[in-house]
Structures are given as structure tokens and as C-alpha cells.
């Protein structure tokens, strides 16, 4: 949390901070978001999954069901579906494709890696480019840490 203006500077403009591990209870049952955004000039909440692992296809089901259960529970008539972002240690193009062939929400998979300079723990551009179905003008949040 202590990095978390930084980590907003680097999203870029119009992200707004939701929350970390933000507590969603669907059926009964308590999920938790990694981190929750909202963007001002989109009108629509992104949401994070952050992964310390290369990235598996069963991760981009887990994000399917946050971005219903945002869409469902959180967002407001006006807005825009949300943005899903999966943030994992690796990935492997091909898997990722065949994970999210079939999916219809705007759903992005992204490699980072810790920046070697400085303390920064922010994730440096990648050389991915996200599909964000429907939201061709968003960028992955990835950028250099400054």
C-alpha cells in the first residue's frame, strides 16, 4: 500500500483506487479481488489478478466470474462492462489464446517483471498486447516504473 500513488501514476490517468483484496460475497461466499479500479474517462472498473506463477488456463475462468460478479454486483446501470487484467510471472502466448478464445468479456493477460533499477516493484511495459475486447484504445496497465 505504501507504493499505491506510484503505482496509480504508473496506470496512467483515470484510474481510481477501489481496493486490494476487495471483498466480494457471491452465494454466500466471500471472494477476494487482488485489486480494484475504477476508470473515470471509461466509466468502468478494472480488475486485477495478480499471480506469482506463469499464467494456467484456469485462470482466465477465475477472472470470468470476478468480472460477472463486478458487472452484477458493483457497476452501476451507466457504466461500461468491466476490465479484467490478469498479471502473472510468465506466459505462454498460445495457452493464453485457447484460454480466452471463447470469452466475450474484455479480459487481458500480461508478464511482469520487477524492475531491476531502484526499489520499484512496479511491472515495465510489456511486450504484450492485451486484447481488451471492444477496448481497443486500452493499453495493459504495464508501464516502466520511473
Known amino acids: 500500500m505504501k507504493h499505491l500513488r506510484k503505482f496509480l501514476l504508473e496506470l496512467g490517468v483515470g484510474f481510481a483506487f477501489v481496493g486490494s483484496q476487495y471483498p466480494l460475497t457471491v452465494g454466500g461466499e466471500e471472494f477476494r479481488i487482488d485489486l480494484l479500479f475504477y476508470h473515470l474517462k471509461l ?3 478494472v480488475v486485477i489478478d495478480l499471480k506469482t506463477v506463469p499464467f494456467q488456463p484456469e485462470f482466465a475462468g477465475k477472472m470470468n466470474f470476478y468480472l460477472s460478479a463486478v458487472n452484477n454486483l458493483l457497476r452501476h446501470p451507466d457504466d461500461q462492462p468491466s476490465i479484467g487484467l490478469i ?9 493464453a489464446e485457447y484460454a480466452l478464445e471463447d470469452y466475450s468479456k474484455p479480459i487481458g493477460i500480461s508478464e511482469y517483471r520487477l524492475a531491476a533499477c531502484g526499489n520499484s516493484k512496479f511491472p515495465p511495459e510489456s511486450d504484450s498486447s492485451a486484447d481488451f475486447g471492444g477496448y481497443p484504445h486500452v493499453q495493459p496497465c504495464c508501464r516502466k516504473a520511473l
Open 43 to 45: 466509466r468502468c472498473y
Open 87 to 95: 498479471l502473472c510471472k510468465t506466459k505462454n502466448r498460445v495457452i
